[in-house]
Every structure is written in structure tokens, then in C-alpha cells.
């Protein structure tokens, strides 16, 4: 209970200028950063720890403003999104040059 009073008593949700700066913020990391994320970063956020302190997050910025929250829960999908694709083309990539190794191999034992 004393969480949701000192969220409710900060000044940075009321003042509408920090809002709108986290609102811009949140909207460029969503369309531009989550795409450029570095490995070590990205192995971070692969921890179910820090999924689940994403979610906690998100719930507590909910109390006090929805929009936020919204916002903030695309750039966590988003980024997320980023890191299923990230892993499906490193995948496929793999494969393709592991066939092309073997071709090659086989190609030279005739």
C-alpha cells in the first residue's frame, strides 16, 4: 500500500511536460532503439526475471497513468518481437550455411 501512496503522490505524473517527455521517449524506443539492441542487452531481457520485472513495472505505471503503461507494453512487445525474429534468422541463417558446407564437402569427394 505504501508503494501505491508514493506513486501517487509523485510530481512527475502530474506534471504534464515530464509526461509528454516520457510519452516521446517511450515512442522512439519503440520505433527506433528496440531494433538496434545489442546482444548483451538482449541477453538481459531473455532472463525471466527481468520479463517478470517488466510486467511489475508496467502494472505500477498502470495505477497511475494508463497511456503510459499502453505505450510502455508496445515497446516491451516490440522489443520482444525484435528478439523472436532476431534468433528465427540466426536460425535459418545456420542452416543455410551448415548446407552450404556440406555441399561444398560433398562436392570436393568426387
Do not use: H, R, W
Amino acid at each position: 500500500m505504501q508503494i501505491y501512496k508514493n506513486l501517487n503522490n509523485n510530481i512527475c505524473f502530474d506534471n504534464k511536460y515530464i509526461k509528454s517527455i516520457l510519452y516521446i521517449i517511450l515512442i522512439l524506443y519503440a520505433s527506433i532503439i528496440a531494433y538496434k539492441l545489442p546482444d548483451y542487452i538482449i541477453t538481459y531481457l531473455e532472463n525471466p526475471f527481468v520479463k517478470m520485472l517488466l510486467v511489475i513495472i508496467i502494472g505500477l505505471l498502470a495505477i497511475n497513468d494508463p497511456t503510459i503503461s499502453i505505450i510502455a507494453t508496445i515497446c516491451v512487445a516490440s522489443t520482444y518481437l525484435f528478439i523472436s525474429e532476431n534468433k528465427i534468422n540466426n536460425y535459418v541463417k545456420n542452416i543455410i550455411i551448415n548446407e552450404e558446407i556440406n555441399n561444398c564437402n560433398n562436392d570436393n569427394n568426387y
